[in-house]
């Protein structure tokens, strides 16, 4: 299974976008917004994103966030070097973007069929494919087990690091909640209901120079400001986890590199979803 990864530059903000198809308002332009209320719909179970670059881009994985995609949805993904090409360079196939869990991991009769971690506009596809150096990138849907339309509304294309020791154990991923309770004159307990989401904290604690490097880069050019994409167990055989431990989030803590061995860097990180 592959290490940690890591895609802190989204190329697809950088990107012109043009949708095979959407419904009234709901233009991919909502795609390069950090808005979760504002969507691309595409108004049927097929459909397709093209993105185009004036200078090339290295794409490595494309991601299509808080969306309705069900755990039958399918996701292909194709790089063309150069904007007019009719035969791409790398062509990743269609594949579930959200896989579900195993059937032997089930509780048959009891748990629903399919099922997978964030369903109800949780959903992260995510596509993993060898960098590759291009200047448009197509992006096709199928989703004939959901709603009848697709909506996504954050895209997510770029490259990726990935780490050469993994992180330690003991890393956390937890649901915050911001539901406040109280209770009323009369004795009862009322809940003002708030949103809910992830944090993650983990800790790279045996990282070489080149990893050191890398992480510094990006501590250094995201900052808590900048969002990335990041995932604890890309390609896992535990599925329902490796969703879990997968989101677009931005760093919450000032990050320290110590050096407690020679030549060995430690680092703690926590994140938190967008």
């Known amino acids: 299974m592959p290490n940690l990864r890591i895609s802190s530059y989204n190329a697809a903000d ?3 976008i043009a949708a095979s198809a959407s419904a009234g308002a709901m233009l991919p332009a909502a795609l390069q917004t950090s808005a979760k209320s504002d969507v691309w719909r595409c108004p049927s179970v097929a459909g397709s994103l093209t993105l185009t670059w004036q200078s090339g881009v290295w794409l490595a994985c ?4 808080f969306s309705n995609l069900s755990s039958g949805a399918l996701m292909r993904a194709r790089v063309y070097a150069n904007t007019a090409d009719a035969v791409p ?3 990743t196939g269609s594949q579930l973007a959200c896989p579900p869990l195993p059937i032997e991991k089930t509780d ?7 099922d997978y971690a964030y369903a109800d506009g949780e959903a992260v596809g995510v596509l993993w494919f060898e960098p590759t150096f291009g200047r448009k990138l197509v992006i096709d849907f199928y989703d004939a087990y ?6 996504i509304g954050r895209l ?3 490259d990726y690091w990935e780490s050469e020791s993994n992180f330690d154990r003991g890393s956390t991923i937890r649901i915050a909640d911001t539901s406040k309770s109280y209770r009323t004159d009369g004795g009862d307990s009322q809940t003002s209901v708030g949103v809910r989401y992830r944090k993650l904290s983990l800790s790279l604690s045996l990282m070489g120079m080149r990893d050191r490097d890398k992480v510094w880069k990006i501590l250094q050019k995201n900052g808590t400001s900048q969002p990335m994409l990041i995932s604890c167990y890309p390609g896992a055989a535990d599925t329902m986890y490796e969703q879990m431990c997968t989101m677009i989030c931005k760093l919450t803590n000032e990050a320290n590199i110590s050096s407690p061995f020679f030549s060995r860097f430690n680092v ?7």
Do not use: K
């Open 108 to 114: 048959f009769g009891r748990d629903p069929l399919a």
């Open 62 to 65: 494309v991601a299509a966030a």
């Open 156 to 158: 997510w294309a770029g």
């Open 146 to 151: 959901g709603d009848g339309f697709i909506d």
């Open 89 to 91: 360079v790398l062509d």
């Open 268 to 274: 703690p990180l926590e994140f938190e979803e967008v």
């Open 14 to 16: 950088a990107a012109v």
